[in-house]
């Protein structure tokens, strides 16, 4: 019998160097995954990294992931906006990335400032899911504007123009 196959997010968690920024290893898994053009398929990618996706109502929280379970299990709160399923997916993708896997992670806004773990969790989420190699293409385009960007990427127009502040 084959030993049992290491599941993806545990071969990339493994293969970044411990000071690696978010946005490299938000490249490691879009390398691997061969992952080239918007709109970057966040819900695929959590599938082949081995992760489980929950999608369900809630009042309280947004997304979550436990690292603890095997395989780890990512929630996403069904009652939100595609667009903020999608960044809070690859937030939650982010945490079991790059952070401790004994406990778990539960977001009720991804707007929490000064948490240095959160703000790793959301350039993680922005490089994933609009990454500046992709994006540089669009964003010199004169065809397009952020709207428009905005659209082939699935991200929110706030989300985009964080992202291309940092293009120019
Ligand atoms: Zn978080």
């Known amino acids: 019998?084959?030993?049992?196959?290491?599941?993806?997010?545990?071969?990339?968690?493994?293969?970044?160097?411990?000071?690696?920024?978010?946005?490299?290893?938000?490249?490691?898994?879009?390398?691997?995954?061969?992952i080239e053009q918007p709109p970057v398929p966040v819900e695929l990618i959590v599938l082949q990294l081995g992760i489980r996706l929950k999608e369900q109502p809630s009042a309280e929280w947004i997304g979550q992931v436990d690292p603890?379970?095997?395989?780890?299990?990512?929630?996403?709160?069904?009652?939100?906006?595609?667009?903020?399923?999608?960044?809070?997916?690859?937030?939650?993708?982010?945490?079991?990335?790059?952070?401790?896997?004994?406990?778990?992670?539960?977001d009720t806004t991804l707007a929490r400032r000064g948490d240095v773990r959160e703000e790793e969790a959301n350039e993680f989420a922005a490089s994933l899911?609009?990454?500046?190699?992709?994006?540089?293409?669009?964003?010199?385009?004169?065809?397009?504007?952020a709207t428009a960007i905005a659209g082939f990427f699935k991200v929110s127009y706030g989300a985009l123009a964080m992202q291309l502040k940092k293009l120019t």
């Open 1 to 34: 019998m084959s030993a049992p196959q290491t599941s993806l997010w545990r071969v990339i968690r493994d293969e970044k160097a411990d000071d690696d920024r978010p946005h490299h290893v938000a490249n490691m898994v879009l390398r691997r995954l061969e």
């Open 68 to 106: 603890t379970v095997d395989p780890p299990v990512i929630s996403i709160n069904s009652d939100d906006a595609l667009v903020r399923q999608r960044f809070t997916m690859a937030h939650e993708i982010g945490h079991l990335l790059l952070h401790p896997l004994n406990r778990m992670f539960r």
């Open 129 to 145: 899911l609009m990454p500046l190699w992709m994006l540089d293409r669009f964003a010199k385009s004169k065809r397009y504007d």
